[in-house]
């Protein structure tokens, strides 16, 4: 819808300006929503969120000012550094629920609460972005039953397009939680449909919290909304940040900044994936380059497994082994991970080279790394079984089943089933079968 930018108050304050694309800023429709919002970020009050210093939505182009929070966004923080620890997630689920009260408490419904929306102060967690946000009144339910808001952080009432309350933003708290904790969705990946299908059908993924955490997030996920606890509840239940705590965040991330080359090289790399998805191969390299030129070590690090994806798929197999290789010797111990994934899937499906792949997925093992060591046990034990190496590929998934989350426990499950179809015994197969059936 526009542009942010750092700006300053004549007064020297820091604030982020957001500017009205000129398109829309002659659209009178628009100029209205943007009103709305205006107001509706005016109204809201507490520690927890983003205050509106001044705005004109009568000027051409129309804008919004905002206190300007230094540090990363959780998407961003989780991105880069892996799951926050659990003392974390505890304080920002508490920040959280007390930003959204704050919203409630002015008769708004955020709407839209998700990693993007939430900035990690060094002093707790802000709530964003209120560009969806309704009043609890008649127009909380659109009359058109549009969808609006984010599919893997939606409930199901705004999946089906029903009236969207407090309770709402109480799912969508559950669902960030998740996130922060594990770095993936309650509801998986994939295509927005089939995330909003299982949101309806399926019970949330909380493997990977802890116990007290998982069925305190469970409750915020229940479909029904009278189920779910109310804010009040959650703050009772979560530890918030002690004043004037500097400390809340792990070290890595609270070093992180927002600053403007910061937000470049972030904004470099998700164009890279854009551009590339496009099919624009030559542009995504243009992108993905300057990122690595101008990032830190660990946005370089992403920004060279992105392209060097890019040239194995582009069947430029030296260079793409060249970027991995960089990839590992600049990244955190995920990324480096990471890409000894992908040079084993370099050697095995692109070279042929089944002994270099071998070894790069055992290093992959070795590192322990959540996602990573699964994913690499699966392919070490396909890899034994195109050599006919049958037990060996049976104590591979076997090891697999043990260690990874309910997703990659299945993907175990089915290959190792596969194996025993082929080897004939049939039983067997039909157990394990039976066993990807039952992972809640």
Same mark, same amino acid.
């Given at each position: ?32 929503? +943007? ?38 966004? !959780? ?54 972005? +209120? ?21 893997? +952080? ?18 969508? !708290? ?24 299982? %949101?309806?059908?399926?019970?949330? &993924? ?24 109310? !804010? ?12 004037? /705590? ?22 470099? %790399? ?5 551009? *590339? ?46 970027? +991995? ?11 480096? /991970?990471? /890409?000894? %994934? ?71 499950? *089915?290959?190792?089933? &596969?194996?025993? !179809? ?16 039952? %992972?809640?």
């Amino acid at each position: 819808m526009g542009q942010v930018f750092l700006g300053r108050s004549r007064g020297g304050r820091p604030v982020a300006v957001k500017v009205v694309r000129p398109e829309l800023a002659h659209d009178e429709g628009f100029r209205r929503r +943007f009103a709305i919002e205006v107001e509706a970020a005016r109204r809201v009050g507490g520690f927890y969120t983003a205050q509106v210093v001044d705005a004109d939505t009568d000027a051409d182009p129309p804008w919004l000012a905002t206190d300007y929070i230094t540090g990363p966004s !959780l998407k961003q923080a989780v991105a880069i550094h892996g799951p926050l620890p659990p003392a974390a997630v505890g304080v920002l689920g508490a920040g959280l629920a007390e930003g959204l009260a704050a919203i409630h408490q002015c008769d708004l419904v955020h709407r839209d609460l998700k990693p993007g929306n939430v900035i990690l102060s060094a002093n707790g967690p802000r709530v964003i972005d +209120f560009g969806i946000a309704r009043t609890l009144d008649a127009t909380s339910h659109t009359a058109t039953g549009a969808v609006i808001g984010t599919p893997a +952080f939606m409930s199901p009432e705004q999946v089906q397009g029903g009236e969207v309350g407090p309770a709402s933003d109480v799912f969508s !708290l559950g669902a960030v939680l998740v996130f922060a904790a594990t770095n993936r969705g309650p509801f998986g990946d994939g295509h927005s449909h089939a995330i909003m299908y299982r %949101i309806l059908h399926d019970d949330p &993924d909380l493997t990977g919290l802890s116990m007290d955490l998982a069925d305190l997030v469970g409750a915020c996920l229940a479909r029904r909304p009278q189920s779910r606890p109310s !804010l009040d509840d959650l703050l009772d239940r979560l530890t918030g940040p002690v004043e004037g /705590a500097t400390r809340w965040l792990p070290p890595e991330v609270t070093t992180m900044s927002t600053l403007p080359e910061q937000e470049r090289v972030g904004a470099l %790399i998700s164009l890279g994936g854009l551009e *590339k998805e496009a099919g624009n191969l030559e542009e995504a390299r243009k992108l993905y380059r300057q990122a690595i030129e101008t990032g830190n070590p660990e946005e370089v690090a992403t920004a060279l497994i992105e392209l060097g994806w890019l040239e194995k798929e582009a069947g430029n197999l030296e260079e793409a082994r060249k970027l +991995f290789h960089q990839a590992i010797e600049v990244g955190n111990p995920w990324q480096k /991970a990471k /890409a000894l %994934i992908c040079l084993g899937c370099l050697e095995h499906d692109d070279a042929g080279n089944v002994e270099e792949a071998r070894g790069f997925w055992r290093r992959a093992v070795e590192s322990g790394q959540p996602g990573i060591a699964p994913q690499a046990l699966v392919n070490l034990a396909s890899l034994e079984k195109e050599a006919g190496n049958l037990e060996e590929a049976r104590k591979l998934y076997r090891q697999a089943t043990e260690t990874g989350n309910p997703k990659e426990v299945a993907t175990a499950l *089915k290959g190792w089933g &596969d194996l025993e !179809l082929s080897a004939g015994n049939l039983e067997r197969a039909r157990q394990l079968y039976k066993q990807i059936l039952d %992972i809640k």
